[in-house]
């Protein structure tokens, strides 16, 4: 700045006007005052300031330059990791009861202790037995369960133990048949002397059971039938139907009298262990209160924009919020944007939301068309901004697969990448800057009491600057800078003027005392301001913007007076 305000140095060349005089004349052998007057006009060709706007604004702060050489606001947070936990799902271990009786294996009759022969008897019975399965602690997250993979497989040990009979020895035919509920899927057996044909248990090969049969069969997933599954919240009923046609041969060497009257009989049981859900097919709704996103740091803004003056009316602000969701479903996310003070508390809310967040990555942009009003956030300058109030509700009116007991991340950021512009209500802070180098010498002889500085300069900045000055004088001396109409600079601050076309104005100071010499000015104090207007709203800064002071006249309104003492050689 104080390269542009260097113009006041060149005050001095007011002696040019010796020009005017004899060259040969030594001025320091004059012995009286002589008196110039007034209205000539000195010309200072060669003069060429300039101030660019990167000098106002360079720093390290949140306005940066893109590619073109256009200042924006960008800020950034730290990416924020949230968890969005599935349920787990276990289901307690069942016992479903199998009996099985056959018609008696001969009649009731003499016979006594008659040893016989042995002899096979071979029965047939068929039937089903029903389960249910209740639990009324089901999350209650999940509203509807469709299917679920065991984790490690599911477990069922099936058990047959005849009635007992000495002397007999009992097998199960071919004929025998199993079926297993719809329910279950996936069954497996590694016994030689059994298979699966789909859901239906059959024997290979005739197989003894004398002494019990305990047999195991895996199992990969449940099926939930149309009906079944869940049916209120947090109530799961699963239910079930084991058919059976069973063909036992009974052989038999003893008394004729144990075996007459004598029913044969199979207690059975279907024992499926406990199951716990590696994944599911489910349909969910829940909604979880997030942890707030950290919030965006203002730091310390460029002198300009910063202050209690400084009313950052932004044009068109915009406000992006990333989010990649890594969960397998959309959800809806609503959350506040806020402007903190360095105490914490708001001095602009907006609420956001809710949005629709999809799997994978998601972009939502904040403006003036979907929040009226948010480009007012910056008024006052706070501290920070951010995102707090963070709620999510996942709802999955379809069906997903998703891995029960776990958690899935969703990570979001947030930030401003927008143009530095303006809207017409916005006011800079007041720069202010002091020259006291000024350094005429303390023998000057040249005084005069009105002069005028006339600048010629060029805006290029999209704001309307305003200059106030007040000039520091020796002590004991007055001089007073104001405008044409006398009123001083102080109260009454000089206009410098944007064109975008490069269009000249110029500035035009008196300076008025009461016989000053040069070295009674001692410097100036000077005040910056500026401010945008309904004309300016949305013009972009760029680096390359700035005041360009191409030439400077010096109108000596009262003339000079040149004083000397007499030389007495």
Do not use: W
């Amino acid at each position: 700045m104080k390269k542009l305000f260097n113009i006041f140095l060149l005050v001095p060349l007011l002696v040019a006007c010796d020009q005017m005089i004899d060259q040969n004349y030594d001025i320091e052998k004059l012995d009286s005052e002589m008196t110039i007057g007034g209205g000539f006009t000195v010309s200072i060709s060669n003069f060429d300031k300039s101030l660019i706007l990167k000098d106002l604004l360079e720093g390290n702060s949140i306005i940066v330059e893109d590619s073109e050489g256009n200042y924006k606001i960008k800020m950034d947070t730290d990416e924020q990791s949230f968890e969005l936990d599935v349920p787990a799902i276990s289901l307690d271990q069942i016992n479903v009861p199998i009996e099985i009786n056959f018609d008696a294996l001969a009649p009731v009759g003499p016979g006594g202790d008659v040893v016989i022969p042995e002899i096979s008897y071979e029965k047939t019975a068929g039937g089903s037995v029903s389960f249910v399965i209740e639990k009324t602690s089901f999350p209650e997250e999940i509203t509807a369960l469709v299917s679920a993979n065991i984790k490690n497989g599911g477990s069922i040990n099936l058990t047959f133990m005849p009635k007992p009979l000495s002397g007999a020895k009992f097998y199960l035919l071919k004929e025998t048949t199993i079926t297993f509920p719809e329910i279950i899927q996936g069954l497996s057996c590694n016994n030689a002397d059994f298979s699966f044909e789909g859901n239906v248990l059959k024997v290979v090969n005739d197989r003894e059971i004398t002494d019990g049969l305990s047999l195991p069969i895996s199992f990969v997933s449940l099926q939930v039938p149309d009906g079944q599954g869940v049916v209120a919240a947090k109530h799961l009923r699963l239910s079930g139907e084991v058919a059976y046609n069973i063909g036992v041969r009974v052989s038999y060497a003893g008394l004729l009298g144990n075996i007459q009257g004598y029913e044969p009989g199979i207690n059975g049981n279907m024992k499926i262990a406990q199951m716990n859900v590696q994944d599911a097919t489910l349909k969910l709704y829940k909604e979880l209160s997030l942890d707030d996103l950290p919030s965006a740091t203002i730091g310390e803004l460029p002198e300009m924009l910063s202050g209690e003056n400084a009313n950052l009316d932004l044009h068109d602000l915009e406000l992006k919020i990333g989010i990649n969701n890594n969960f397998p479903a959309a959800f809806k996310l609503s959350s506040k944007l806020a402007a903190f003070k360095s105490d914490g508390s708001t001095t602009h809310e907006f609420t956001l939301g809710p949005y629709n967040v999809v799997q994978g990555s998601n972009s939502f942009i904040i403006n003036e068309s979907t929040h009226a009003g948010i480009s007012d956030i910056l008024i006052p300058v706070p501290a920070s901004i951010g995102l707090k109030d963070f709620n999510a509700e996942i709802s999955t009116p379809n069906a997903i697969t998703i891995n029960t007991g776990a958690s899935y991340s969703a990570n979001a950021s947030f930030g401003i990448d927008t143009p530095l512009a303006f809207g017409p209500e916005a006011e800079l802070n007041n720069i202010s800057k002091t020259i006291d180098d000024l350094d005429f010498g303390e023998d000057s002889k040249i005084s005069f009491s009105e002069a005028t500085f006339k600048v010629t300069y060029v805006n290029t900045i999209p704001l309307e600057f305003k200059l106030s000055a007040r000039a520091i004088a020796a002590e004991g001396v007055s001089i007073s800078l104001t405008d044409n109409d006398g009123n001083s600079l102080t109260t009454h601050p000089l206009s410098l003027n944007f064109s975008e076309n490069g269009q000249e104005g110029e500035l035009s100071i008196k300076v008025k005392g009461d016989e000053i010499k040069l070295s009674d000015l001692k410097g100036l104090n000077l005040s910056f301001s500026a401010n945008s207007s309904e004309a300016l709203k949305g013009k972009k800064l760029n680096k390359n913007q700035g005041i360009q002071l191409s030439s400077l006249k010096v109108v000596l309104d009262s003339g000079i007076t040149i004083g000397g003492e007499k030389d007495d050689k």
